[in-house]
């Protein structure tokens, strides 16, 4: 790769994201894919010119200029076959105020503005919930096509399918943020959706690639937008932060030399990230002095969180502690995940025969009824009751409704070691 090719690339890891906020501000969330064509010229040009003449000064602001201009452009050609952004059209019409318009929106202090207006389009309510993640990592990430269809294992004909269905939906939005009664509620979308991004690379289904640390490190950049930004910030996004904060705390921890999951029972804790996981706690320190957020959830799972990584071994961890905060998660989401979350918690709190009875009430929920999950916990506290027998039965049983290979060899491993502690 050449000076000018590396250049590039870092460049549009760090700008394009900006960028295109900045042209979805102009040209108006219906013309999404123009302003996507001309990032791309604004690049290709880069690329073009710089292989020539080499690489400017300061390549991030050439890029900007070169941006500037061919949005003057793109205005300038479509300006009577398209309808832009409604409250500039005026301004982007003459070409008096045009350049000056322009100027304007690039400006660094707008820029912030408008990323955050392109979090709240990316996650809005109203897009199908596996349209979102392309779009974001699209256009709130900077990815290429191929890196989405990467990221996501997904054919790239289904990428491109998602994201021309996405920017049809896009054609009434509005690049704004939401009022101030709807706020709260945009917000926990918001939170929900960012932590789904984050969930797809932490917890990734792939056998072969059990973690994308690249998905948890956009979701903790575009969560952190959020915190820096007193207009929107309340406790959720900042128990949103600090939970990333402190499941990424361990990611070092989490594979073995072959990439199989780790038990956090068996990670070794002086890999995990005393920084980060400081960070995180003085978020939480300050969460109750923010605005309350819609659900509250995530501070609350940002605590549950908080309680693992504080503990200095598994066996000092403060269970009864953590049913508590449990008790409070499922009384406000009404989560039976949650709950069966919960359960295991009431196992290494002492009571695993208490637990067992609570899975069995839950595996006969109609969320629950065909999930891997609860005979996979049933194994888990049969085992640490030394029920070989049970144990081994509710494992086979978690196997044939699903999961995936890694998640069977953390499980069948996990059953075994108990039974040998029993």
């Excluded at 890891?13 to 219906?30: D, K, M, S, T, Y």
């Excluded at 605590?303 to 269970?319: K, P, V």
Aim: aromatic share 4%; glycine share 4%.
């Amino acid at each position: 790769m050449t000076e000018s090719d590396a250049t590039i690339e870092k460049v549009y890891a760090e700008q394009a994201a900006r960028i295109l906020a900045v042209l979805v501000r102009l040209f108006g969330p219906r013309n999404l894919e123009l302003a996507e064509d001309v990032l791309q010229e604004a690049f290709r040009k880069a690329l073009v010119t710089w292989r020539q003449a080499g690489v400017p000064e300061n390549p991030a602001a050439w890029i900007m200029a070169a941006a500037k201009n061919q949005a003057i452009d793109a205005i300038r050609g479509q300006r009577t076959r398209r309808r832009l952004s409604e409250d500039l059209a005026d301004q982007l019409e003459s070409g008096w105020t045009r350049a000056h318009a322009i100027e304007q929106e690039f400006a660094e202090t707008r820029i912030k503005d408008h990323q955050l207006r392109m979090i709240f389009m990316c996650t809005s309510a109203d897009l199908p919930p596996e349209n979102r993640l392309p779009l974001m990592l699209r256009a709130l990430c900077g990815f290429s096509l191929t890196a989405i269809c990467r990221a996501l294992l997904l054919p790239e004909a289904t990428v491109k399918k998602r994201l021309l269905r996405t920017r049809e939906r896009l054609e009434g939005h509005t690049f704004e943020f939401p009022p101030a009664e709807r706020l709260p509620h945009a917000m926990d979308t918001v939170h929900t959706v960012l932590y789904l991004l984050f969930n797809e690379g932490f917890h990734s289904s792939e056998a072969a690639a059990p973690m994308n640390l690249a998905l948890c490190h956009e979701a903790i950049h575009l969560a952190s937008l959020l915190v820096d930004e007193p207009r929107v910030v309340n406790r959720d996004t900042l128990g949103l932060l600090a939970l990333m904060q402190l499941h990424l705390s361990r990611a070092e921890a989490r594979l073995d030399a072959e990439k199989h999951n780790v038990p956090l029972d068996q990670q070794d804790r002086t890999r995990w990230d005393a920084a980060q996981i400081a960070d995180a706690r003085r978020l939480l320190a300050v969460a109750p002095a923010a605005p309350p957020g819609a659900s509250g959830r995530f501070l609350v799972e940002a605590r549950i969180a908080e309680q693992h990584c504080i503990a200095a071994t598994f066996a000092a961890t403060d269970w009864p502690a953590i049913v508590t905060l449990y008790d409070e998660l499922v009384e406000m989401t009404g989560s039976p995940v949650a709950d069966l979350n919960r359960a295991v918690a009431i196992g290494y709190a002492g009571d695993p025969r208490g637990a067992m009875a609570r899975v069995e009430e839950l595996r006969q929920s109609s969320a629950l009824r065909a999930s891997h999950l609860p005979p996979a916990v049933l194994a888990h506290l049969s085992a640490m009751l030394g029920d070989r027998d049970a144990a081994n039965r509710y494992a086979e049983e978690s196997k044939r409704l699903g999961g995936v290979p890694h998640e069977h060899r953390s499980m069948l491993i996990q059953v075994e070691r108990l039974l040998g502690q029993s």
